[in-house]
């Protein structure tokens, strides 16, 4: 066991989404309702949400270790590469998580600690331990999990968490299900041979991008939406544009349900939540109200 393996059961790439997900939330929420905050305190909101991050990564590699050597994606992580033994994997996801928590005690505040439990608990045991293999919904629901990094930052600003904060971070939530089905439907094989009942497994590829565009149609709106609730022109370009290429695309793959143009349509589906959040963060910087 050496540090490429902690790095990679950590799940760095995830890390880097929850994190900027959680900061510019964070950026947002004390430029719009303040108050203002010390650069100290977006390090905590780093900390914290980094360990959450890598340590329900490495609980979810645990509990996948029986399936992931029959899925070619997932068949060289370490547990099942013998890199690592599942033991350590789990004392690692079990005491990071742990620390998570209590940093976040210590440093932030009672609501933001509180998100970056939940998170870990929709993640770990909501998605991984309970829906991922015994119900076709289970990307839709484990989705919150994304949405409480989002909530972690906001009330981390604030110590509350008001309406707009609530539907800023289920923004994550809606955005999930487009985003996996899109992988799902690339990697649909790998699912099938591990009997995880991802919806192209269960309703085909045809079937499966029709929920995507009609998902993607009410993320569309639901984020255009949220000018209504205190955000600005800045956000509203910014969500128009990242918004239409993803329906756009969407609508592409209806006509051509393939793994090769799921593919293309992930590509273009991973950066949003990115590009929407700092679009939020840009928002409250450069803050033109849409109404007054």
Request: one cysteine or more; charged letters at 10%.
């Amino acid at each position: 066991m050496g540090l490429k393996e902690v790095f990679e059961i950590s799940k760095p790439r995830i890390i880097v989404l929850l994190v900027i997900t959680a900061i510019t939330s964070m950026y947002a929420a004390s430029k719009l309702i303040g108050p203002t905050l010390s650069y100290t305190s977006f390090l905590h909101i780093i900390i914290a949400g980094s360990l959450a991050s890598a340590g329900s990564s490495a609980l979810n590699h645990y509990y996948d270790r029986d399936i992931d050597p029959l899925m070619k994606r997932t068949s060289t992580r370490p547990i099942p590469s013998g890199r690592m033994s599942a033991k350590n994997v789990l004392l690692y996801g079990l005491i990071v998580s742990g620390i998570s928590v209590i940093y976040a005690w210590f440093t932030l505040n009672p609501i933001s600690t509180l998100f970056i439990a939940l998170g870990i608990f929709f993640y770990v045991i909501i998605y991984t331990a309970w829906l991922k293999r015994s119900n076709s919904s289970n990307i839709v629901i484990g989705g919150f999990a994304g949405s409480c990094a989002s909530m972690a930052g906001w009330s981390a600003a604030t110590g509350s968490m008001d309406i707009l904060g609530a539907l800023v971070g289920i923004l994550v939530f809606v955005w999930t299900p487009s985003h996996f089905w899109c992988l799902a439907m690339k990697i649909r094989d790998d699912y099938a041979e591990a009997r995880v009942p991802m919806l192209p497994v269960l309703i085909g590829m045809q079937k499966t991008s029709k929920y995507i565009l009609v998902n993607t149609a009410i993320l569309f709106p639901y984020s255009l939406a949220l000018v209504a609730f205190g955000l600005g022109y800045v956000y509203l370009v910014i969500a128009a544009v990242s918004g239409g290429l993803m329906l756009l695309y969407h609508y592409k793959l209806t006509k051509n349900p393939t793994p090769a143009f799921a593919w293309k349509a992930y590509k273009v589906t991973a950066p949003y939540l990115t590009i929407i959040f700092v679009g939020i963060a840009l928002d409250a910087a450069f803050h033109f109200p849409v109404i007054k």
